[in-house]
């Protein structure tokens, strides 16, 4: 069995990631119709439903989930291996990306608020599809769905598949870039385009640091469980997070998000010294890994297969732009 992806894995991949968010939004705007049309619900009355939330999201995570499995089957690859699932666990870096959490999340919570206030005015894009969580039982509902769920089918494309099989082409840095615009675009909503693009930069340092998708998938759950647990202690939320933005406000809240972005590359500093004391441990991959390079002697199929690889990653990059124009300014 193949133990790595190839760039085209990545491509073929980001494209199916497309194709099943687009089969889950037919699917949810069928069961719509049939709700509004044959049952006399309103449309209001379905949108703000939760059960119509949690089965939005379920079904885009279970596409995602659906999409690894089935891709690695059918192409024979050794997915544990291949998507760095496999882990030496180690308690101290498990902390210290608890921490990391709790850091880039309160750091970015009123950066990313601002944000959402200037998108509001030059957006069609409601924001009131937030979960109302009126109960623990809720919560702990919320916390399957929208913490655990999405941290571990996310991590295994956007980190497991695509990032590591755009590693394997470019350098880590742009790698971490390219997949964290991916991960922010394929969201197709502007009210997520700071916070996913963050999370999507942080994610992918913590993959190239700790040689395992395992950390992202705890640093995603952390973060997708403060947001919960902020918005079921409303009250709190309210301490974190100013309700409008003056000059003050603005000055303050860059200043902390700058203040956030110093501690953040500080603690990659250190988690960079730590692993490299641990590679052996760890299994880290060199710095230097660039396994398809662009070799002179490559025949013309080869050329035509990496170019084809190429203009499908991009054209899908294009049409996601297209889709996340369409529904922040044109639904």
């Known amino acids: 069995m193949r133990k790595n992806y190839r760039f085209k894995d ?11 968010n687009i089969a889950v939004l037919f699917l949810i705007s069928m069961i719509t119709y049939l709700f509004i049309n044959y049952l006399g619900y309103s449309s209001s009355e379905i949108y703000s439903n939760i059960w119509y939330i949690y089965l939005n999201s379920i079904l885009c995570e ?73 109960n623990f039982g809720q919560l702990l509902l919320s916390i399957i769905v929208f913490a655990i769920v999405p941290a571990v089918c996310e991590e295994l494309v956007f980190r497991g598949i695509i990032y590591n099989s755009l590693r394997r082409k470019f350098g880590a840095g742009l790698s971490i870039a390219i997949s964290a615009i991916i991960f922010m675009i394929i ?63 603005v000055v303050i809240t860059t200043l902390i998000f700058a203040i956030g972005v110093l501690l953040t590359t500080l603690f990659f500093v250190f988690l960079n010294k ?35 690889d190429i203009s499908c990653m991009v054209l899908t990059m294009v049409v996601c732009v297209i889709l996340w124009l369409f529904n922040s300014f044109g639904g």
């Open 274 to 308: 730590y692993t490299k004391k641990h590679r052996n441990y760890l299994n880290l991959e060199k710095d230097s890994m660039v396994i398809e390079s662009k070799d002179k002697d490559e025949n013309a199929e080869a050329v035509r297969t990496r170019t084809t």
């Open 187 to 249: 969201h197709f909503s502007i009210y997520q385009t700071v916070h996913q693009l963050i999370l999507g930069l942080v994610l992918g340092c913590l993959v190239y640091f700790t040689g395992s998708i395992v950390y992202g998938i705890i640093f995603h759950f952390v973060n997708n469980l403060l947001v919960l647990l902020l918005s079921y202690f409303s009250s709190v939320g309210a301490f974190f997070s100013f309700s409008n933005f003056g000059v003050l406000e």
């Open 62 to 134: 279970l596409g995602f989930f659906l999409l690894f499995i089935i891709y690695n089957k059918k192409n024979k690859i050794d997915y544990f291996e291949a998507s760095r699932l496999k882990i030496k666990f180690d308690k101290k870096i498990v902390f210290a990306v608890i921490g990391l959490a709790f850091l880039v999340f309160f750091v970015s919570l009123n950066f990313t608020g601002m944000f959402n206030v200037w998108a509001s005015s030059i957006s069609s894009l409601s924001t009131s599809g937030s979960v109302p969580l009126d």
């Open 10 to 20: 990545g491509s073929l991949v980001f494209a199916g990631s497309l194709l099943s």
